[in-house]
């Protein structure tokens, strides 16, 4: 098998691993589905997949480390928003977000800060 065959995840660091599994929880409703000392694995119904681990390096947080792709933006970002999460908001010539969402021909598109300061971002696709 080559990488063009394989499945790719995202691997966040997290300095305070307890914490950052109870925001994954708390905030986003994802539960972990094998959780050991060193690691949380976090699995989704497409076969993608996401590892959180313990790490004494702190998140670099100057680009998006993982993100989502939905169907339906606007109400993702209102669910997160109602959990207590927090969006960026974006005012540059090239991207602007209202209400935490922008928006062009292609996609729209949402960030916000785990507790780890991971930027973790959602599309959707038109």
């Known amino acids: 098998m080559s990488l063009s065959?394989?499945?790719?995840?995202?691997?966040?660091?997290?300095?305070?691993?307890?914490?950052?599994?109870?925001?994954?929880?708390d905030k986003l409703g994802l539960t972990p589905v094998?959780?050991?000392?060193?690691?949380a694995f976090y699995e989704f119904s497409d076969g993608s997949?996401?590892?959180?681990?313990?790490?004494?390096?702190?998140?670099?947080?100057?680009?998006t480390q993982m993100g989502f792709t939905v169907t339906d933006l606007k109400t993702e970002v209102a669910a997160l928003q109602a959990a207590g999460?927090?969006?960026e908001e974006y005012d540059t010539p090239t991207f602007?977000?209202?209400n935490g969402v922008a928006e062009n021909e292609f996609v729209k598109s949402s960030f916000f800060w785990d507790s780890e300061r991971n930027l973790i971002g959602m599309v959707e696709f038109k």
């Open 96 to 98: 602007k977000t209202v």
């Open 85 to 87: 999460v927090e969006f």
């Open 49 to 63: 997949r996401f590892v959180l681990f313990p790490s004494g390096g702190a998140a670099s947080g100057t680009h």
């Open 5 to 25: 065959e394989s499945r790719v995840h995202a691997t966040l660091p997290a300095s305070d691993f307890a914490r950052a599994k109870e925001f994954y929880k």
């Open 34 to 39: 094998r959780d050991t000392p060193g690691a």
